[in-house]
């Protein structure tokens, strides 16, 4: 079946401006996480949401970044007033609610603000 | 900040067992050890897990240590897709949530 989609693939945006980031996870997937990798970096984990529990925010580095998940599926990330150091790439994992061990990740979004 | 140290590379030769090691000196008896892997430009991939038990599957082994302060995946043959940077994680379950915290890994490089 699909795996895990996310659009756009690239974006370059002005400092300032606003994104948004989707992510379609694996049909059936209960838990959907946002992960962000900055270049040379490791992955750092950002936003974590589990079926219509309340998501744990506790990753998002400032309140520009908020995340939403429509329906159980769709999740935006919604990055304000975007920064330079904002440029990374943006990865979103799904996973059954009792095999989170295995998460499965997207290609990711680039983002690079100019 | 990740709970993990591994050596930042490690060349391979095509067809020859590649073992990555990885200590996690500080782990706690609820906590797993995962290993992922991402290659280049991809998204990361999930390879195996182990709590305590040596484990294998189609991908990898797993040998983890009896005090569980280190482990050693194994790729029993290596080839030059396994090029990438592989991540041992250790994370513990939170009322469902499994924050996977990736340090910088440890980059493979398969040779022909």
């Known amino acids: 079946g699909a795996g895990v989609s996310q659009s756009p693939s690239n974006k370059v945006t002005e400092k300032g401006k606003d994104v948004e980031l989707r992510c379609d996870p694996i049909s059936g997937h209960t838990a959907l996480y946002w992960y962000r990798q900055s270049l040379g970096q490791g992955l750092e984990f950002l936003i974590y949401f589990q079926g219509n529990s309340a998501p744990d925010k506790s990753g998002l580095p400032s309140d520009r970044f908020s995340a939403e998940r429509t329906g159980g599926s769709v999740s935006t990330l919604t990055i304000q007033r975007t920064q330079q150091e904002d440029s990374a790439v943006y990865l979103c994992?799904?996973?059954?609610?009792?095999?989170?061990?295995?998460?499965?990740f997207g290609p990711g979004t680039r983002l690079t603000v100019t | 900040d990740a709970k993990t140290t591994q050596p930042p590379s490690m060349d391979c030769a095509e067809g020859r067992a590649a073992n990555l090691p990885c200590n996690h000196s500080t782990i706690s008896g609820n906590e797993y050890v995962y290993w992922y892997r991402q290659i280049h430009s991809q998204g990361p991939q999930y390879i195996i897990h182990g709590l305590k038990n040596n484990e294998t599957n189609e991908m990898a082994s797993l040998i983890i240590t009896e005090d569980r302060k280190s482990s050693t995946l194994i790729l029993p043959h290596a080839t030059l897709r396994d090029t990438a940077v592989y991540y041992c994680i250790v994370s513990a379950p939170q009322g469902g949530s499994e924050k996977l915290v990736f340090g910088k890994g440890m980059k493979l490089t398969v040779n022909p």
């Open positions: 994992a799904s996973s059954f609610y009792r095999e989170t061990y295995e998460q499965y």
